[in-house]
């Protein structure tokens, strides 16, 4: 499975970002995908979910700000990210699994995905 993000850059406070994850290599039809960020000294955290249903979450920092959209079982995963404040500055990176390993905990939890990508920077300047 390989994962590759995209779109990260600097803007600055108030400006919108879409961050893109291209995923190949794993079984279409049963996968759940994350955004997780990290910033420097802190711990990696989850930001937005998405399962092969569309179900989404988010995390309360990303609610009304953050969408994650994917259109199709073989479509990118998306981030879009409004609203950006300086707080939100970090490494973001896409995470993805597969059935049954996507039932064992909330699709939150940086700890629930095997496969990850080399990360996408998101620098917000107040």
């Known amino acids: 499975v390989k994962l590759v993000e995209s779109g990260g850059g600097s803007v600055q406070a108030g400006g919108s970002l879409i961050l893109s994850c291209a995923a190949s290599?794993?079984?279409?039809?049963?996968?759940?995908m994350g955004w997780f960020r990290q910033a420097p000294g802190k711990e990696r955290e989850g930001v937005a979910s998405?399962?092969?249903?569309?179900?989404?979450d988010y995390a309360d920092s990303a609610k009304g700000r953050f969408t994650i959209s994917k259109a199709n079982a073989k479509s990118p995963l998306y981030l879009r990210m409004n609203s950006l404040k300086p707080e939100d500055t970090a490494m973001y990176y896409c995470?993805?699994?597969?059935?049954?390993?996507?039932?064992?905990?909330?699709?939150?939890?940086?700890?629930?995905?095997?496969?990850w990508g080399q990360g996408t920077q998101v620098t917000v300047s107040s």
């Open positions: 998405i399962d092969m249903d569309g179900n989404t």
């Open positions: 995470a993805a699994d597969v059935l049954p390993q996507c039932l064992l905990s909330t699709l939150m939890s940086n700890r629930l995905y095997n496969w």
């Open positions: 290599g794993y079984p279409y039809s049963s996968y759940c």
